[in-house]
């Protein structure tokens, strides 16, 4: 199974700051397949990134990912209020599995 | 437009079984596997197994193998998740959720169903 390890674990920002995310798989990501989601409080996840780097229908564009093999990034470029949640990566390259998440809360 | 709906909250003893309902409408049932993910309270998101709900072919996590089943009835484009033996570990909020029709990522998510085990 693929281990996916997000850091940091929470990530103090303010408004209008650039927030980068990191996930590093165990082993390799087969055809980049790593998938990023946002998630609030008492709601379901929201897919923003999808193959590493492509943004998901209606995503802005200052959500981007990049990255390969084992290392992968998320970026805002400038944290909105809207955009203070939880982030997970997924890998569905080999089954899937979820890194643990990245809290982004206001500082 | 696509939507999953859930059945509502459950309730159960150790050692029950739940059934959780994924009732998908705005799209063809057959042509998308259904995915489900569990979170427990302030913990992260697990991924559990897959279903193709055209074949009935599935793939569950090794954790939930021998513990879980993944059904579907094709006639009201439902799919279904039940877990035995529940433990109070098992308490979590439970997802239906879908992708396109060739990949793993899910962009379709239901509302979620809270399961509570509890004696």
């Known amino acids: 199974e693929i281990v996916l390890t997000q850091s940091p674990g929470t990530l103090s920002l303010s408004p209008g700051e650039r927030a980068t995310l990191s996930c590093r798989a165990s082993q390799s990501v087969s055809s980049n397949y790593l998938a990023w989601y946002q998630q609030k409080p008492g709601q379901a996840p929201r897919l923003l990134i999808y193959?590493?780097?492509s943004r998901a229908t209606g995503i802005p564009d200052r959500f981007s990912g990049s990255g390969s093999g084992t290392d992968f990034t998320l970026t805002i470029s400038r944290l909105e209020p809207e955009d203070f949640a939880v982030y997970y990566c997924q890998q569905y390259g080999s089954s899937r599995t979820f890194g643990q998440g990245t809290k982004v809360e206001i500082k | 437009q696509v939507q999953l709906v859930q059945s509502g909250a459950e309730v159960k003893k150790p050692g029950a079984s739940v059934k959780v309902s994924c009732k998908a409408s705005g799209y063809t049932f057959t042509s998308y596997d259904i995915n489900w993910v569990r979170q427990a309270t302030g913990q992260g998101l697990e991924w559990m197994g897959w279903m193709n709900p055209n074949s009935g072919n599935t793939g569950y996590a090794q954790k939930f193998q021998g513990r879980i089943t993944m059904t579907r009835n094709t006639s009201i484009s439902t799919a279904y998740m039940e877990l035995s033996s529940l433990r109070s570990e098992d308490t979590a909020v439970y997802y239906c959720?879908?992708?396109?029709?060739?990949?793993?990522?899910?962009?379709?998510w239901g509302q979620g169903t809270l399961v509570t085990v509890s004696s």
């Open positions: 959720a879908r992708g396109p029709p060739t990949s793993q990522y899910f962009h379709h």
């Open positions: 193959g590493a780097s």
